[in-house]
Every structure is written in C-alpha cells, then in structure tokens.
C-alpha cells in the first residue's frame, strides 16, 4: 500500500541532544512538508521542499533542520536550539508542489518529548 | 496574514443530531479552502475542499460551501455518528496551507 511512514512512534529527548525523525513515502510525491503540534494550537509548518535537494523554511523554522537527499526521504532533525521540542510532529506530502494547493496526505505522526 | 479562525471545543452531540463546525477566514485574494479530520493517534485525512467562491465541498455526508461574501466554510453532516469523534481541522492555502486550531467533535451513542 502508498502511503507515509514517520517513525518512530514515540522518541524520548534529553538536554542538549540533537533527534532525527523520520518520513519516507512511497506515493512518487515532488512535495513534502513537516508539521508541529501543539495542544489546542492547530498545525504549524517547519519546513517543506518542493523538490529533492531543495527545502525552504516555514513559520517555525528556528531550532530545526531538513535534507531532502532522496525524493522519498525528509528527515527532521530538531537540534538542541530547540529550547521547547515536546510536541507532536507530522510529516505530509503532495503529488507537486505547495503552489497547487493539492491534498496533502499524512504520516501517523511522532510524539516528541523531553526527559 | 492569512489565518483561520474556528470554533472552539468540544462539541458534544448525540448520535443522529445535527452538526455545524463554524470556520471563518482572513486572506488576501482568493484562497483554496479545506476541511481535515484527525482521528486519535493518527495523522489529518483531507475531507473535503473547494477551489472558489460558491462552491460545495462534499464527503462522507459533510457539506462545506465556500461564501466568500461572509468568508467563512462552515463544517455542516445531518446525523452525526460515534465514528465521527474526531479533531476537524479548517484550513486555507494559496502555497502552504494555514490551519484553524481545530474543533474537537465527542459523539455519543
């Protein structure tokens, strides 16, 4: 079946740790974005990147970092910068590009807390 | 900016009742509109969406009409089920899409 993967399904940060998510899809998708939720806050965008070797920054950018080396592949990194990481994040894709305004179709998520 | 606002929750209905989401917008042109669910533990599923002004986005027994005069995409279904307990999500886009707060749904049998 298509469709995306983000795992793991729970991580566990400590001080000054650096973490990798990560989301791979298998829908032949150009576009692919990254998503932070908070309780009662809605979604907000990280990063997204239209095309491989290719990202830009979204609304909360600051104390994450993306690659997008394969077309399947945009891993988060969320670095020690990120003073406030718990939270639940969500990766997405769509067949081209943001500028479309096409369906996005999500992973199941990763809970990110701090220990 | 462009943002979405909705209301807020829980809306707590029994079976077979009737439900309205309420979503309204600020947006500069004329934007795309979207209404997504997230089910517990999972990720947002695309429910239903309109590309202009008058238009009618339906799925699943959910309607949502585009009225750009009172820019609002109010969330209607007729007889709510337990399956729909949900977070319903509104949303705008032009390039990236800019998501309401959510409104958390509670149906009871």
């Known amino acids: 079946d298509g469709g995306i993967t983000q795992s793991p399904k729970y991580l566990f940060r400590k001080e000054g740790q650096n973490v990798t998510l990560s989301c791979e899809q298998n829908?032949?998708?150009?576009?692919m974005y990254w998503y932070r939720q908070d309780p009662g806050q809605g979604l907000r965008l990280i990063y997204y990147?239209?095309?491989?070797?290719?990202?830009q920054k979204g609304d909360i950018a600051e104390g994450y970092s993306v690659s997008r080396e394969k077309k399947e592949s945009f891993p988060l990194t969320v670095t020690s910068a990120q003073k406030n990481p718990t939270a639940f994040y969500l990766c997405?894709?769509?067949?081209?590009?943001?500028?479309?305004?096409?369906?996005?179709?999500f992973g199941s998520g990763t809970q990110l807390s701090v220990l | 900016g462009d943002s979405v606002t909705q209301m807020e929750g829980p809306v707590t209905l029994s079976e077979e009742a009737f439900l309205t989401i309420n979503c309204t917008y600020t947006?500069?042109?004329?934007?795309?509109l979207f209404w997504y669910v997230q089910y517990p533990g999972e990720g947002l599923q695309l429910l239903l969406k309109?590309?202009?002004?008058?238009d009618k986005g339906s799925n699943k027994g959910f309607e949502a009409t585009y009225r750009k005069e009172t820019t609002s995409f109010h969330l209607e279904k007729g007889s709510v089920q337990v399956s729909d307990s949900a977070v319903y999500f509104c949303?705008?886009?032009?390039?990236?899409?800019?998501f309401g707060k959510g409104t958390m749904l509670l149906v009871s049998p």
């Open positions: 997405a894709s769509s067949l081209n590009g943001p500028a479309t305004n096409e369906k996005l179709f």
């Open positions: 829908l032949n998708h150009d576009a």
């Open positions: 990147s239209q095309i491989v070797n290719d990202f």
């Open positions: 947006a500069t042109g004329y934007p795309s």
């Open positions: 309109a590309t202009k002004a008058d």
């Open positions: 949303a705008l886009g032009y390039s990236t899409l800019t």
